[in-house]
C-alpha cells in the first residue's frame, strides 16, 4: 500500500528526487542523525552525540571500506512541531539507518513516520517509557528507560540512603514526570511515603516549594529534570537551609549543574543516568581510547551521550560491515546485534529496548561529577 | 462576491493615490471585470495545487521536507494569520494570546479522537465551535476592557491555556497526547500523483491540500465578512470606537463576534494540525508563535488578505529556506516590526483603506500619544 | 494543601514579600509610562533583563567575584553593582524611548502601532542578548544559558518569625526597595519635574500651554523607570545569582499584573501591588502546587481587570497623593 504510493508520487513527481531507485546496487549508504543542533532545548546534548556519530563514522571511513558512509544532521531544534519535516526530509534523502530521533517528544511525533518507512533508527537519548510499548519494529534505543532508572533511583534513596522521609519534585516537562512518578511509587512500595512538588524550569523564584521541603524535613530529595532548572532549585534549597540528600538524573548530569547551583551548594549531591559516559573508568583501554580520540576530533571532552552516539553508530556501521545494505536488512542484523560499546554492552530486546539496564550513580566531588559506579551497588559516604 | 468585494475596493480605492507598480496593479484590479478576478482566484489555487511539486523542493527548502513544512509552519501560518487577521486587521483589536485558540482545536481533536474514538470529520466542527465558545468566554467579560488591557489579558490567557494543559494530566500534562488518528481515508482519488484522500503518517501532500481548502473556505468567508455590514462595523470600531458606537454601531456585539470568528479560524487549524501531527503537547503553543503570527500579520499587511496571506508565507519559509540563519529568525521579527511600526505600519501588501487609516494615525486603539505631540509635525492630532 | 499553607505561613510571607519587592520595583517603570503616555512598554521586561546584566558586568570588568564580601567592602560592591545596574537599565531606557517611540509619538501613530513597535523592541533586546551580547561577553557560547552570579554575600538568617527564616539579603531587598519608592514618591509630589510628569499625566494639552516640556518630561519617565528596573535586576541577580536572555518575560507580566493590581498610574499602588501579588502567589503555591503560581497570577489579572480595572488604590499619577 504504502509502496504504492510512493511509487505513484515517485513516477509523477520523482523527476527531480534526488537518486531515488531499487534498493541495492549502487546506493548511498548513508546514516543520519536527527535532533536537536540549535534552539533553546540542550543543543549540547545533541551536539554530543552527533558528535559521537561522526567519529564512529569517520574512523570506519578511514579504514577504507569497500563504500564509504555518509553522514547527514537533520536539526529538528527538539520541537516536536519542526521534527516532522526533517524526518520526512530524512525519508526523502533515502537515509539508510538513524541515529535519534534525541528526546522522547519528537520520537512520538515522529517514529511513526520512520517506521512506515521501514528505516532502523536508534536513540540514544530519548527515554520515556511509553516508547517501548508501541510495538515498533524499527525503532531501537540504546538506553534504558524511566522505569528503570526510577526504581534504581527509587530504591537508592530509601535503601543505599536510608532516607525516612523523601521529597519527590520534578520540573514537569516530557521526560522528568514520568520518571518522578517512577521514583515516588518505587520508594513508596519501599515503605516511604513521600512528598510531592513541581517547578517551572523557566521560572527563578521556588520559595514556595523550598517552604514546603524546609517544612517536610526530609532526609533525601529526589528531583527528575532537566539540569536547568535543577541548578536553581538546588542552590536555593542549600540557601534556604535544606541539608537533605540531593538526587537527580540523567538530565541533570551536566558540569552546568554545579555552575549553577554553586560549588558549596552542589557538593554532595547525587545524579544517577544509564550512561556512564561523564568521568568513566579509565581501566577500560577502548573507553580510553574512545575518551581521546573524541577530544583529538573535537577539541573538548565526550559528554553525556556521546558514547551512547558512538555505540549506537557502531551498531549500524556493524550491520554494513556485514554486507547488510538496505533499511530492512540492517534492521534485522540490529535485532542480533551484540559487542561490547563503549558505554555499555550493545544488545537490543526484541521490542527495540536495551538489554543491559544497569543505572550508574555520579556525585559531586569537590565541585566535579565523579563516577560512582553501579547504582545498585555503590554506597556513598 | 466579486460585486460585493468591487464595491468596498472601490470606496477604498480613492484614498490610497499614491504611485507604484504595486499602486498600478492595485487600480488595475479595482476596476477588472469579474471574469478577469475569476481567472485570477482560480488560477491561484491551481498554483497552491501544484506548489508541492518536488521540483520546486531543492529551491524552495534544501534542508527539509519540502511538502511537510507546506503543511506546518507555511500552510498552518496562513491559515492562523488569516484568522488573527479577522481581529487584528477588521477590528483592530491586539490579540497576543492567539495561539490558545489553535491549542484548543488541537487539542479538542486530541482528547476527543484518542480517548472517545470519534473521528476528524466530526470534530472539525467541534473544534471549530470550541474554539469560538472559549473565545465568546474570554471576550465577554475582557472586551469592555481598554484595548491595550484587552493584549495583557490574552496574553495571559495564552499562558493559562499552556499552563493549564502542561498541568493537567487528563490533557497528557507536559507528555501531551500521542497516536492522535488521521482522518480517515477514501483511496484512489488521484492527482498530480498523490492520493488525495489518503491520509497515512508520511506523505504530507493529502494534508496540505487539505489545508488548502480550509484556507481557501477562509479567505471567502472572510472576503464576505469584510463587505458585510459586519466589516462596515468593524471598520468603524477600528477606526473609531466611540464614534462607532454614536453611530448606532452596537460595538461589543461586534467585537465579541470578531474575536469568536477569530479563534474560530484558529480552532480548525488546531484540529487539522492535531490530525496530521498526530502528537500534541503544550510546548507547540509558546508565547513565541502568537508573538510570529503577530508578526507576519503586520508585516503583510493587517487587513488585506493577500498582504496577510505573503506575509505568513514568509515568516513561516524564510526560516526554513535560510536554516542557517534561524537562530537570528526572531532578532529579525523584533527589529521588523519596530522598523515596520515606524516606517510602514500599514504592511508590505497593506489595504488601501488600512493605509490611509495609519496615515492619519488611527487604525485601532486610538492616538499614542498624538495629544501630547509639540513638535507641530506634519501628524494630524485626533480630536481627542 | 492547606496544612501546607498554614505550616509555611510566615515562610511564604516571607518570600512573598522579597519577590513582591522585585515586582514592585518593576511595575515602577510600566505604571509611570503608562500614567503619562497611555502605553504598555512591552519592552521594559527588557530593561529589567538587562539591569541583571548590568551588575553583572560590573563584577566581571572589576573582578567582584572572589566574594563573598564582609563590612565596608561588601556595602561599597553592593552599592556599585546597584549602581551599574541602574545605569544600564536607565541607558536602556533613554534608548528604547528615542528608538522606538519618540518616531511614532512624533507621527501620532495609533495605539496599536506602538504596542506592536513595543512587542518588537522586546522580541528584539531578547534575541540581541541571547545571540550576541551573551555569547560574546558572559557565556561560553551558549547565548540561552543561563548564566552564573557569583556570590557577592554570605546569606545567613537574621531571625525568624514563626516558619519564616528571615535572611540577611531578603530584608535588604524589601528595606531598599521601600527607601526607593519613598525617594521616588518624594521626587514626584515635590520636585520640579515632578509635578511636570505629574501635570503632564493630568492634562497633556494644558501641561504643554503651561509650559511643561513635553519630550522632556516623557524621557525622565523612561529613564526613572528604567532606574527602578535596574535596581530590581540587581537585586533579582543578588538573590538568585542566575540570569538570562529571556528572564524579563514572565517577571514583566507578573510586575505588569502587580501594576494593575495596585491602580496603574499610580506610584503606590505599584508597591501595594507588588507585594499582594507576591504574596498571593506564594500562599496559592503552597496550597495548590507550586506549578500552578503563573496561573494563579494571570487568572488574578482577569478577575481584576474584570471587577477593578482601577486596582486597589485607584488610577492615574496625578492621585499618587491620595
Redesign the interface.
Known amino acids: 500500500m504504502?509502496g504504492a504510493?510512493a511509487l505513484?508520487?515517485?513516477?509523477?513527481?520523482?523527476?527531480?528526487?534526488c537518486g531515488s531507485g531499487d534498493s541495492g546496487g549502487g546506493k548511498d549508504l548513508t546514516i543520519a542523525y536527527i535532533g536537536v543542533q540549535?534552539?533553546?532545548n540542550s543543543?549540547?546534548l545533541g551536539i554530543n552525540i552527533s558528535n559521537g556519530v561522526k567519529l564512529a563514522i569517520d574512523q570506519y571511513n578511514a579504514t577504507n571500506p569497500k563504500k564509504k558512509v555518509k553522514f547527514k544532521i537533520y536539526?529538528t531544534?527538539g520541537?516536536?512541531?519542526v521534527a516532522?519535516?526533517?524526518?520526512?526530509?530524512a525519508?526523502?534523502d533515502d537515509v539508510t539507518a538513524v541515529v535519534g530521533p534525541v528526546f522522547?517528544?519528537e520520537s512520538?511525533?515522529t517514529v511513526?513516520?520512520l517506521?512506515?518507512?521501514e528505516i532502523p533508527n536508534i536513540s540514544p537519548s530519548a527515554t520515556?517509557t511509553?516508547l517501548g510499548k508501541?510495538g515498533w519494529k524499527f525503532w531501537h534505543r540504546l538506553i534504558s528507560n524511566d522505569d528503570a532508572q526510577g526504581q534504581v533511583d527509587g530504591d537508592f534513596i530509601v535503601k543505599t540512603l536510608g532516607a525516612k522521609k523523601v521529597f519527590v519534585i520534578d520540573d514537569?516537562?516530557?521526560y522528568s514526570?514520568?520518571l518522578a512518578d517512577k521514583v515516588f511509587s518505587a520508594v513508596q512500595a519501599a515503605g516511604v511515603t513521600p512528598q510531592r512538588?513541581?517547578?517551572?524550569p523557566?521560572?527563578?523564584?521556588?520559595?514556595?516549594?523550598?517552604?514546603?521541603v524546609?517544612?517536610a524535613k526530609p532526609d533525601a530529595i529526589f528531583f527528575g529534570g532537566y539540569y536547568?532548572g535543577g541548578?536553581?532549585l538546588l542552590?536555593?534549597l542549600r540557601?534556604?537551609?535544606v541539608t537533605a540528600k540531593f538526587v537527580s538524573d540523567d538530565g541533570a548530569l551536566d558540569q552546568?549543574l554545579v555552575?549553577?547551583a554553586?560549588t558549596k551548594q552542589a557538593e554532595g549531591a547525587l545524579v544517577s543516568c544509564a550512561c556512564q559516559s561523564i568521568n568513566p573508568t579509565a581501566d577500560n583501554p577502548a573507553v580510553a581510547k574512545f575518551i581521546n580520540d573524541y577530544k583529538t576530533a573535537f577539541h573538548k571532552d565526550q559528554g553525556t551521550y556521546s558514547a551512547e552516539g558512538y555505540d549506537a553508530t557502531n551498531a549500524i556501521l556493524d550491520a554494513f560491515k556485514a554486507g547488510k545494505t538496505t533499511t530492512k536488512d540492517v534492521n534485522d542484523y540490529l535485532k542480533t546485534v551484540n559487542f561490547q560499546g563503549v558505554s555499555k554492552p550493545v544488545k537490543f530486546e526484541p521490542n527495540g529496548e536495551i538489554q543491559v539496564k544497569t543505572i550508574y550513580m555520579f556525585q559531586v566531588v569537590d565541585g566535579k561529577l565523579k563516577f560512582l559506579g553501579d547504582a545498585s551497588k555503590v554506597k556513598p559516604e | 462576491m466579486s460585486d460585493n468585494t468591487n464595491k468596498t475596493a472601490n470606496t477604498a480605492g480613492w484614498r490610497g493615490a499614491l504611485s507604484g507598480p504595486l499602486e498600478a496593479v492595485r487600480t488595475h484590479w479595482d476596476r477588472a471585470p469579474g471574469w478577469e478576478r475569476w481567472a485570477v482566484y482560480v488560477l491561484l489555487i491551481i498554483g497552491a495545487l501544484f506548489l508541492p511539486y518536488e521540483g520546486l523542493a531543492p529551491v524552495m527548502s534544501p534542508e527539509s521536507a519540502w511538502s511537510t513544512i507546506l503543511f506546518y509552519p507555511i500552510g498552518i501560518y496562513v491559515l492562523l494569520a488569516l484568522g488573527l487577521n479577522v481581529v487584528i486587521g477588521y477590528a483592530g483589536m491586539l490579540d497576543l494570546g492567539y495561539v490558545a485558540f489553535w491549542a484548543i482545536g488541537a487539542y479538542t481533536m486530541a482528547t476527543m479522537a484518542v480517548k472517545h474514538g470519534i473521528g476528524f470529520w466530526p470534530l472539525l466542527p467541534c473544534g471549530i465551535v470550541l474554539a469560538a465558545v472559549s473565545g465568546v468566554i474570554l471576550g465577554a467579560p475582557t472586551l469592555r476592557l481598554r484595548g491595550d488591557y484587552l493584549a495583557i489579558v490574552t496574553l495571559g490567557f495564552g499562558e493559562i491555556v499552556r499552563k493549564v494543559a502542561e498541568n493537567t494530566n487528563w490533557l497528557g500534562g507536559t507528555r501531551g497526547i500521542n497516536n492522535i488518528p488521521h482522518p480517515p481515508s477514501h483511496e484512489g482519488v488521484w492527482f498530480a500523483g498523490v492520493d488525495l484522500f489518503t491520509y497515512k503518517i508520511r506523505d504530507a501532500r493529502p494534508y496540505y491540500y487539505l489545508l488548502v481548502a480550509v484556507i481557501v473556505l477562509v479567505v471567502i468567508f472572510s472576503k464576505r465578512l469584510e463587505a458585510s455590514r459586519i466589516g462596515r462595523s468593524w471598520t468603524a470600531i477600528r477606526e473609531d470606537e466611540d464614534a462607532a458606537e454614536i453611530m448606532g454601531v452596537p460595538t461589543f456585539k461586534f467585537k465579541l463576534l470578531s474575536f469568536a470568528t477569530g479563534a474560530a479560524i484558529g480552532g480548525a487549524a488546531g484540529v487539522v494540525f492535531a490530525a496530521k501531527t498526530s502528537y500534541v503537547a503544550p510546548a507547540n503553543f509558546p508565547f513565541l508563535l502568537s508573538a510570529t503570527i503577530l508578526a507576519a500579520v503586520v508585516l503583510g499587511g493587517a487587513g488585506n488578505i493577500p498582504g496577510v496571506i505573503v506575509g505568513a508565507f514568509l515568516v513561516a519559509w524564510l526560516p526554513e529556506r535560510f536554516r542557517g540563519l534561524a537562530d537570528y529568525r526572531d532578532l529579525a521579527f523584533g527589529a521588523i516590526l519596530v522598523a515596520m511600526m515606524i516606517f510602514r505600519p500599514e504592511g508590505l501588501i497593506p489595504s488601501r483603506q488600512r493605509k490611509a487609516e495609519m496615515a492619519e494615525g488611527g487604525g485601532g486603539m486610538g492616538h499614542m500619544g498624538a495629544e501630547i505631540d509639540t513638535s507641530g509635525s506634519e501628524a494630524e492630532v485626533g480630536s481627542r | 494543601m492547606l496544612h501546607d499553607f498554614t505550616s509555611q505561613f510566615w515562610a511564604n510571607t516571607v518570600d512573598g514579600l522579597t519577590v513582591g519587592s522585585i515586582y514592585a520595583l518593576v511595575a515602577l517603570g510600566y505604571t509611570m509610562v503608562y500614567g503619562v503616555l497611555r502605553l504598555i512598554n512591552f519592552a521594559h521586561s527588557e530593561i529589567f533583563m538587562i539591569g541583571t546584566f548590568g551588575g553583572l558586568t560590573l563584577i566581571q570588568v572589576v573582578g567582584f567575584d572572589n566574594g563573598p564580601y564582609t563590612g565596608i567592602a561588601l556595602v561599597g560592591v553592593l552599592l556599585a553593582c546597584l549602581v551599574a545596574s541602574m545605569v544600564a537599565s536607565g541607558g536602556a531606557a533613554l534608548l528604547l524611548e528615542l528608538v522606538a517611540y519618540r518616531p511614532l509619538r512624533r507621527k501620532g501613530a495609533s495605539r496599536l502601532a506602538a504596542l506592536i513597535s513595543a512587542i518588537g523592541a522586546s522580541l528584539f533586546l531578547q534575541e540581541l542578548f541571547a545571540t550576541t551580547v551573551i555569547p560574546h561577553f558572559f557565556g561560553h557560547g551558549g547565548g540561552r544559558d543561563p548564566i552564573h552570579v557569583p556570590d557577592l554575600m554570605k546569606k545567613e538568617t537574621l531571625f525568624s518569625i514563626g516558619s519564616g527564616d528571615v535572611r540577611n539579603d531578603k530584608l535588604l531587598i524589601f528595606v531598599a526597595a521601600i527607601v526607593m519608592m519613598i525617594v521616588l514618591d518624594r521626587f514626584v509630589n515635590a520636585s520640579k519635574l515632578g509635578r511636570g510628569i505629574r501635570a503632564t499625566a493630568q492634562d497633556p494639552e494644558t501641561a504643554v500651554l503651561l509650559g511643561v516640556n513635553i519630550d522632556r518630561v516623557v524621557v525622565v519617565t523612561f529613564v526613572v523607570g528604567g532606574l527602578m528596573a535596574g535596581a530590581a535586576g540587581f537585586f533579582f541577580a543578588l538573590l538568585y545569582q542566575q540570569t538570562m536572555f529571556n528572564i524579563g518575560f514572565i517577571l514583566g507580566i507578573k510586575a505588569f499584573t502587580a501594576a494593575v493590581l495596585g491602580g496603574i498610574g499610580n506610584l503606590r499602588g505599584a508597591l501595594v501591588g507588588g507585594f499582594t501579588l507576591g504574596l498571593i502567589e506564594n500562599y496559592g503555591g503552597s496550597i495548590f502546587g507550586s506549578e500552578w503560581k503563573d496561573v494563579i497570577a494571570f487568572t488574578l489579572l482577569v478577575v481584576i481587570l474584570l471587577f477593578r480595572p482601577t486596582g486597589i488604590l485607584g488610577e492615574s499619577l496625578q492621585q499618587a497623593r491620595a
Open positions: 504504502t504510493i505513484g508520487a515517485a513516477m509523477a513527481l520523482g523527476a527531480a528526487a540549535t534552539g533553546d543543543p549540547e536539526d531544534k520541537d516536536p512541531a516532522p519535516g526533517q524526518v520526512q526530509k525519508i526523502d522522547s517528544g512520538k511525533a511513526p513516520s517506521e512506515e518507512a520515556s511509553a508501541n514537569n516537562q516530557e514526570v514520568g512538588d513541581k517547578i517551572d523557566k521560572a527563578t523564584d521556588y520559595s514556595s516549594t523550598v517552604n514546603k524546609k517544612a536547568n541548578d536553581k542552590k536555593q540557601d534556604g537551609g552546568k555552575d549553577g554553586g
